[in-house]
């Protein structure tokens, strides 16, 4: 579906049947609507916000000029986070949280639905997935500049593994409504920002495809 169907559909919506106006949705929408309002199986975890999982996991705040410095640090490299001012890292730090966690936490919950990411400043986090066997298969661990989460924070779906803290640990959050603000707020940033996201999201696909085909070969 292309995104003026889909303001159509709800631009539509508040039309009169009788409006002559109004014309009835295309017969190939209607399994998405149905689909998205759905109640979802009670085994389906309910989304789990950052503040809950931050006092779950014994999260401490972390003084933001340090955060911001670790972050262009881990970052520096970056074309596009490298070329923003010194105003431009204000506003990013507007929308971030800086946090450091104790070893041994789990910051992100297989199958849990989530709406934040995080970044990794310093320290390393372990990806583990646990197969339907109950085995952990460790598929990477993150270190500084690494993030974690973002494929939930961008389509809302279910985490795909578990990311539990090796270390102590320094990360930035990034909640799904702090970069819905940014990009309202300042579209140019929120694209930087997301862009640096999916480079290293595709960076990290990548890797693990590589992986999986070399296990694949191997067996």
């Known amino acids: 579906m292309t995104m003026k169907r889909f303001l159509d559909r709800f631009v539509g919506a508040g039309k009169r049947p009788d409006d002559p106006s109004h014309e009835p949705a295309e017969a190939d929408d209607q399994g998405f609507f149905a689909t998205q309002f759905m109640e979802r199986p009670e085994d389906v975890r309910a989304t789990s916000a950052w503040n809950a999982r931050a006092l779950a996991v014994g999260a401490h705040p972390l003084e933001p000029e340090l955060g911001l410095k670790l972050l262009l640090a881990a ?3 970056d074309v596009l986070m490298a070329s923003l001012s010194g105003e431009d890292h204000r506003k990013v730090l507007e929308h971030l949280q800086f946090v450091t966690v104790p070893p041994g936490r789990e ?3 297989q199958d849990e639905k989530g709406d934040y990411a995080l970044i990794v ?3 390393l986090v372990a990806v583990d997935r646990i197969q339907p066997t109950g085995a952990h298969a460790r598929l990477a661990e993150a270190r500084e500049g690494d993030v974690l989460g973002e494929m ?3 389509d809302a779906g ?4 578990s990311c539990v803290t090796l270390s102590r ?3 930035a959050v990034l909640s799904s409504h702090a970069l819905d603000e940014l990009a309202i707020e300042d579209p140019r940033l929120g694209m ?3 862009t640096s996201m999916a480079r ?3 960076l990290r696909m990548r890797q693990l495809s590589a992986r999986l085909g070399a296990l694949l070969t191997a067996g």
Do not use: K
């Not at 279910?158 to 593994?161: E, G, I, K, L």
């Open 121 to 123: 400043l310093e320290g």
């Open 158 to 161: 279910s985490r795909f593994a």
């Open 107 to 109: 910051l992100i919950v």
């Open 200 to 202: 290293r999201l595709s």
């Open 75 to 77: 970052w520096g490299s």
């Open 169 to 171: 640990v320094s990360l």
């Open 152 to 154: 939930s924070l961008l």
């Open 192 to 194: 930087a920002l997301m």
